[in-house]
């Protein structure tokens, strides 16, 4: 029994033993096949705007198409065509990341390594665009991070991965000029799209206040707004004035009117001798009646006259008024209009700080993997478990049949 037993451990150690060693063995094999890899970082700098990168929700950050996040980076950035306000807006660095993650960027990473190769006068890898896009990775940094928003630092991390030092060096610096170009380029040509959008606005707001201020001028050479008020108050008085005196004539009138009335019907009453008497004094009556009805009409007559100039002054001066209001509202609703788009045009014409190289790549000097070693030890340790299993598995089997055999 006890010869049984040491049969069956020496059994499971040598078969445990075994299949850890195939695994290690077969591990260390593959990972000896493969060339090491060294792995190359180029630093880039964000430029600050008026309120840094970020904060910003995740669910912004996420990478998307190339053109969908150029047309982003350029719209918050301030840069474009339509905007003509100041910069006021934040782009996350994951957004940056991507954009210099792209295919454009690989392509020409792409064509660096092609010369590369060149260069050192050895056999050329075939280096396909998936082969450069696993051979990328870029990294942003949280600075702050909250339930609802993070804030990304301005730095953005290029790491190229190559089989040597040299080659992992020169494609990450590669990478970083090509992606400070890029950034370049999308800010000119953003650039460029504003101006051509400010300038004509400009122009037309410029030239309507500079007609605004010519019809002030005008203005100002005719008739003084005072002097045209001053004729309308004294028209009015004049007219006024007339109105009284009819007012008061009317009122002699009617005296005289109702006087005339009562001698007359006295004279129609009276002796003869009084009729004779008073006759004369009845003609002077009706003669000053009558001289009171014509003055009274002469004056109606002065009245209306009085009131068309009244009111020719009175519309002169209303237009001056209106006129001189008009175009001082016109002037300074665009003096301010003016100024701001001469401040944005300024704005647009100067060229930013950019984005920059923080940090070039080195030659790094040990590689990024395969993990030899650690690899080996995973694979021995996992063969070491599966033969434990398979060989209580074939234990197990082998009990069995033989209770099988005996029943």
């Known amino acids: 029994m006890a010869n049984s037993g040491t049969k069956i451990l020496f059994g499971f150690l040598f078969f445990v033993t075994l299949a850890a060693g195939l695994a290690g063995a077969g591990a260390w094999y593959l990972t000896e096949s493969r060339v090491e890899g060294y792995q190359a970082s180029a630093i880039l700098l964000l430029s600050p705007q008026d309120n840094g990168y970020g904060p910003l929700p995740f669910s912004q950050a996420v990478a998307g198409p190339e053109d969908a996040l150029r047309n982003r980076l350029e719209e918050a ?27 454009h960027m690989a392509a020409a990473l792409q064509d660096r390594l092609a010369a590369y190769y060149t260069e050192q006068g050895g056999e050329a890898k075939a280096w396909t665009l998936e082969d450069v896009r ?65 300038r004509p606005r400009l122009d037309a707001l410029r030239a309507e206040l500079a007609a605004a201020q010519e019809k002030q001028d005008a203005l100002r050479q005719g008739p003084p707004l005072e002097s045209l008020e001053q004729a309308a108050l004294e028209r009015n008085e004049a007219t006024r004035t007339l109105k009284a005196e009819i007012q008061s004539l009317e009122q002699s009138l009617a005296r005289d009117e109702a006087a005339l009335s009562t001698l007359k019907t006295y004279l129609s009453k009276a002796p003869v001798a009084v009729v004779l008497e008073l006759s004369v004094r009845e003609a002077d009556m009706d003669a000053a009646v009558a001289g009171t009805r014509a003055e009274r009409d002469y004056l109606a007559g002065k009245v209306a006259s009085a009131e068309a100039l009244q009111a020719n002054a009175q519309a002169q001066w209303a237009d001056a008024r209106r006129n001189h209001e008009a175009v001082s509202s016109t002037i300074e609703g665009l003096t301010p209009q003016v100024a701001a788009l001469e401040q944005a045009l300024f704005a647009a014409s100067q060229e930013g700080p950019g984005l920059r190289i923080a940090a070039p790549a080195v030659a790094p000097e040990t590689p990024v993997g395969p993990m030899r070693y650690i690899v080996v030890a995973g694979a021995a ?27």
């Open 381 to 407: 340790l996992l063969g070491a478990i599966l033969g434990m299993i398979v060989y209580f598995a074939l234990l197990t089997l082998r009990v069995y049949a033989r209770e099988l055999d005996r029943s």
């Open 77 to 103: 950035l301030g840069l474009g065509a339509a905007n003509t306000t100041p910069v006021s807006s934040a782009i996350a660095a994951p957004d940056y990341a991507a954009l210099f993650s792209s295919d």
């Open 134 to 198: 696993a051979a990328m990775a870029t990294e942003a940094q949280v600075a702050l991070q909250t339930r609802d928003n993070v804030v990304y630092r301005r730095l953005i991390t290029l790491n190229f991965t190559a089989e040597t030092p040299e080659l992992a060096a020169a494609v990450a610096n590669t990478w970083a000029e090509a992606a400070r170009n890029y950034s370049k380029q999308l800010e000119v040509s953003a650039r460029k799209g504003r101006l051509d959008v400010i």
